[in-house]
C-alpha cells in the first residue's frame, strides 16, 4: 500500500503536474467564503491503461467541515485527493477548492490547501525544522509569520524537542506529526490527509486523532480525510462518503449512515449458503431488508428487545445458527450492506 500512492502522485508526466512546484497565495478576495471550501462535479479518473478509479463523483463539503472518505483498498481514494490536490489530472467533471477550479486555476487551487499524502514526502535529510521552514517559503508564507507558526505548531504536535533533529532519525509517528505540521504551516483554508494514521501504533494513532479533533475544534479550516478505519471516521468526521469501486455508494452524517440499523445487531454463522438462510428468514419476516450475509455469516440490524424472539424465530425456521453475538451497530455493518463487501479487503 505504501508505494501505491507514490505511483498514483508521480504517475507519467504528461498525466500529473508537480505538486511541489511554488505556490502563491491565493488572495482573500479569491475564492472568498461564499464558495463551498470542496465542490466536486461528475469527477471522474480513468487511469491510462484503462482502470476507472473514479467514476464520476459528486459531493460539496462546506467551510470548517471534516469530510471522510472512507473505502477499501482501490475504492479511489487516493486518486480523488490528488485530483483535488492537482497532482492527479482529471478525467472529466470538475472540482472546486474554494471556488477554484484545480484543472483550470492549480496554483490558486492548490495555494488555498495542503495535503498530507498517505507516503511521507519530509526531506528525511533535513532536519524537521529546515522541512517546515521550506515548506513555508515555498508557500509563500513571510518569515516573520512563519517563525512564530512553526514554535506553535511544535508546541501543539508535540514536536518542540524533536524539531532540530534530521527527520531519518524520527519514528514513524513523529514523522507523521511533523507531517502534518508541516501541512499546516501555511495556514491551509483546506486540509487533505490521505490515511493519516496509517502504520501508527494504537497510542500515536490515538495521539493523532487528537491532534486532528484538535485542529478541527480551533476553528475555519476544512478537513478532507481519507480512512479505512471506521472508528476514525465516527469519531472525526461530520460527514462520510462511503467510496466502492470509484463510486459514492453512501454519504451523510455517521449518525444517520446508523440510523435504521437498529440498535444492536445480531451476528451469527450458519451452516451451509448464508444468502439462502437469510433469504429463508426475510420469506418467513424474522430478517428485515437491511439484513445481510456475507459466505455463511447473516448480520441482522434488530431492535435490543427483539433479539430473543428472533433467535427462537431462527430455531423455528429449522436453522442451526453458531457464533451467535450482539453488538452495537457500526459504519461498518453500513458498508457491508452496501457493498458486500469488508473495508481493507481488495475492490
Ligand atoms: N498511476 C496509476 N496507474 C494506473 N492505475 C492506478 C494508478 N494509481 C492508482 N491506480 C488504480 O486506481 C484504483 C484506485 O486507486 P487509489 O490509489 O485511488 O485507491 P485508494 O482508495 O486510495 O486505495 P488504498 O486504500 O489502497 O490507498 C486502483 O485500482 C489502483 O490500482
Ligand atoms: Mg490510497
Given at each position: 500500500?505504501?508505494?501505491?500512492?507514490?505511483?498514483t502522485?508521480?504517475?507519467?508526466?504528461?498525466?500529473?503536474?508537480?505538486?511541489?512546484a511554488?505556490?502563491q497565495r491565493?488572495?482573500?478576495?479569491?475564492?472568498?467564503?461564499?464558495?463551498?471550501?470542496?465542490a466536486?462535479?461528475?469527477?471522474?479518473k480513468?487511469y491510462?491503461?484503462g482502470v476507472?478509479a473514479?467514476?464520476?463523483?459528486?459531493?460539496?463539503?462546506?467551510?470548517?467541515?471534516?469530510?471522510?472518505?472512507?473505502g477499501?483498498?482501490?475504492?479511489?481514494?487516493?486518486?480523488?485527493?490528488?485530483?483535488?490536490?492537482?497532482?492527479?489530472?482529471?478525467?472529466s467533471?470538475?472540482?472546486r477548492?474554494?471556488?477554484?477550479?484545480?484543472?483550470?486555476?492549480?496554483?490558486?487551487?492548490?495555494s488555498?490547501?495542503?495535503?498530507?499524502?498517505?507516503?511521507?514526502?519530509?526531506?528525511?535529510?533535513?532536519?524537521?525544522?529546515?522541512?517546515?521552514?521550506?515548506?513555508?517559503?515555498?508557500w509563500?508564507v513571510p518569515?516573520?509569520?512563519?517563525?512564530?507558526?512553526?514554535?506553535?505548531?511544535?508546541?501543539?504536535?508535540?514536536?518542540?524537542?524533536?524539531?532540530?533533529?534530521?527527520?531519518?532519525?524520527?519514528?514513524?509517528?513523529?514523522?507523521?506529526?511533523?507531517?502534518?505540521a508541516?501541512?499546516?504551516?501555511?495556514?491551509?483554508?483546506?486540509?487533505?490527509?490521505?490515511e493519516?494514521?496509517?502504520?501508527?501504533d494504537?497510542?500515536?494513532?490515538h495521539e493523532?486523532?487528537?491532534?486532528?479533533?484538535?485542529?478541527?475544534?480551533?476553528?475555519?479550516?476544512?478537513?478532507?480525510?481519507?480512512?479505512?478505519?471506521?472508528?476514525?471516521?465516527?469519531?472525526?468526521?461530520?460527514?462520510v462518503?462511503i467510496?466502492?469501486?470509484?463510486e459514492?455508494?453512501?454519504?451523510?452524517?455517521?449518525?444517520?449512515?446508523?440510523?435504521?440499523?437498529?440498535?444492536?445487531?445480531?451476528?451469527?454463522?450458519?451452516d451451509g449458503?448464508?444468502?439462502?438462510a437469510?433469504?429463508?428468514?426475510k420469506?418467513?419476516?424474522?430478517?428485515?431488508?437491511?439484513?445481510?450475509?456475507?459466505?455463511?455469516?447473516?448480520?441482522?440490524p434488530l431492535?435490543?428487545?427483539?433479539?430473543?424472539?428472533?433467535?427462537?424465530?431462527?430455531?423455528?425456521?429449522?436453522?442451526?445458527?453458531?457464533?451467535v453475538?450482539?453488538?452495537?451497530?457500526?459504519?461498518?455493518d453500513?458498508?457491508?450492506?452496501?457493498?458486500?463487501?469488508?473495508?481493507?479487503?481488495?475492490?
Open positions: 500500500m505504501t508505494s501505491r500512492h507514490r505511483s502522485a508521480t504517475a507519467a508526466a504528461a498525466d500529473t503536474h508537480d505538486y511541489g511554488r505556490g491565493a488572495p482573500i478576495s479569491g475564492g472568498g467564503a461564499q464558495h463551498p471550501a470542496v466536486v462535479s461528475q469527477l471522474r480513468t491510462p491503461g476507472e473514479v467514476r464520476g463523483i459528486d459531493f460539496e463539503v462546506a467551510a470548517g467541515e471534516v469530510f471522510g472518505l472512507l477499501p483498498n482501490g475504492a479511489g481514494k487516493s486518486t480523488t485527493i490528488g485530483m483535488l490536490t492537482t497532482t492527479i489530472v482529471p478525467t467533471g470538475t472540482a477548492l474554494v471556488g477554484y477550479d484545480v484543472a483550470r486555476e492549480p496554483l490558486l487551487a492548490r488555498a490547501s495542503s495535503v498530507v499524502f498517505q507516503d511521507a514526502v519530509v526531506d528525511r535529510g533535513l532536519s524537521g525544522r529546515a522541512n517546515l521552514e521550506l515548506h513555508a517559503r515555498m509563500g518569515a516573520s509569520r512563519a517563525v512564530p507558526r512553526i514554535a506553535e505548531l511544535s508546541d501543539v504536535l508535540g514536536l518542540s524537542d524533536l524539531i532540530e533533529r534530521r527527520v531519518g532519525s524520527l519514528s514513524g509517528g513523529e514523522r507523521r506529526r511533523l507531517e502534518i508541516r501541512a499546516l504551516v501555511s495556514e491551509p483554508r483546506v486540509l487533505f490527509l490521505d493519516p494514521t496509517v502504520g501508527l494504537p497510542r500515536i494513532r493523532l486523532l487528537d491532534v486532528i479533533a484538535g485542529v478541527r475544534g480551533r476553528g475555519e479550516m476544512t478537513i478532507l480525510l481519507t480512512t479505512h478505519y471506521l472508528d476514525e471516521a465516527q469519531r472525526l468526521c461530520d460527514r462518503a467510496i466502492h469501486l470509484g459514492i455508494v453512501a454519504l451523510d452524517t455517521p449518525a444517520a449512515l446508523l440510523a435504521g440499523m437498529g440498535n444492536v445487531i445480531l451476528e451469527l454463522r450458519v449458503d448464508g444468502q439462502l437469510l433469504d429463508l428468514l420469506a418467513r419476516g424474522v430478517a428485515g431488508s437491511l439484513a445481510f450475509a456475507i459466505g455463511s455469516t447473516l448480520t441482522l431492535e435490543q428487545a427483539a433479539v430473543g424472539e428472533t433467535l427462537t424465530a431462527i430455531d423455528d425456521a429449522g436453522l442451526r445458527a453458531g457464533a453475538s450482539t453488538r452495537p451497530p457500526s459504519l461498518d453500513v458498508y457491508l450492506r452496501l457493498t458486500g463487501a469488508p473495508l481493507g479487503a481488495p475492490s
